[in-house]
């Protein structure tokens, strides 16, 4: 049971350094949409054109 319950601390663990390393990757990861991406850039485009 605690070899169980040691795993997914570490799981748990692991995306945690990895998100803080890869500041790019809560942001893709978050929309998890492909057009929210270029969405962000786009809506900051248009709001100025408008």
Not at 35 to 40: E, K, L, S, T, Y
């Amino acid at each position: 049971r605690k070899g169980a319950r040691r795993d997914t601390t570490h799981t748990n663990v692991e995306p945690l350094p990895t998100i803080r390393s890869w500041p790019s990757v809560p942001i893709p990861r978050k929309s998890s949409r492909p057009g929210f991406a270029p969405a962000a850039p786009t809506r900051a485009t248009g709001s100025s054109r408008s």
